[in-house]
């Protein structure tokens, strides 16, 4: 005689198995713009222009979320590297970071895009120093007339 006690059914777990996380939502310009803009804001940068006005038209404005900002010059430095490691707290990761001059380079990357971020710090500007944060869809065809403003130098 066999006999067979329990409280479930076979295999030992008594619920059915658990449907995974939701997707992960779609990793667009709108969102990846809002991303820079909420971690620059929270890294102590003031409101950034995210517009592509006096740009060329066409397609590549559809794969490229652009931040660029005027920060006080005493405290530009400071908030450009809080930006970045907000970024790094969020999954981006360094791929590239050095400097040239009076500029430093940050390029990270995440899920299909790159930001290439910037702090210029130059001499005779005045009280400020700019800081840009520009993100850009992998495959993003830009014109030749900007790639350089938007790529890493080297």
Do not use: N
């Not at 295999?11 to 909420?38: H, N, Y």
């Amino acid at each position: 005689m066999t006999m067979a006690a329990g409280c479930g059914p076979l295999g030992g777990s008594d619920s059915a198995p658990k449907a995974s996380p939701s997707p992960t939502a779609p990793f667009t310009k709108q969102t990846v713009g809002d991303e820079i803009a909420a971690l620059a804001d929270a890294a102590g940068l003031p409101p950034g222009d995210t517009s592509t006005a006096g740009m060329p038209d066409g397609a590549w404005q559809d794969c490229v979320a652009p931040w660029m900002g005027d920060a006080p010059a005493a405290d530009a430095a400071r908030a450009f590297e809080a930006t970045v490691k907000a970024l790094r707290s969020q999954d981006w990761e360094i791929v590239s970071s050095h400097a040239e001059q009076d500029v430093t380079f940050r390029t990270l990357a995440k899920r299909g895009w790159k930001v290439y971020a910037r702090h210029y710090a130059m001499e005779g500007f005045g009280t400020e120093q700019i800081v840009s944060l520009t993100a850009v869809e992998d495959g993003c065809e830009l014109p030749a007339s900007i790639r350089g403003d938007y790529e890493d130098p080297a």
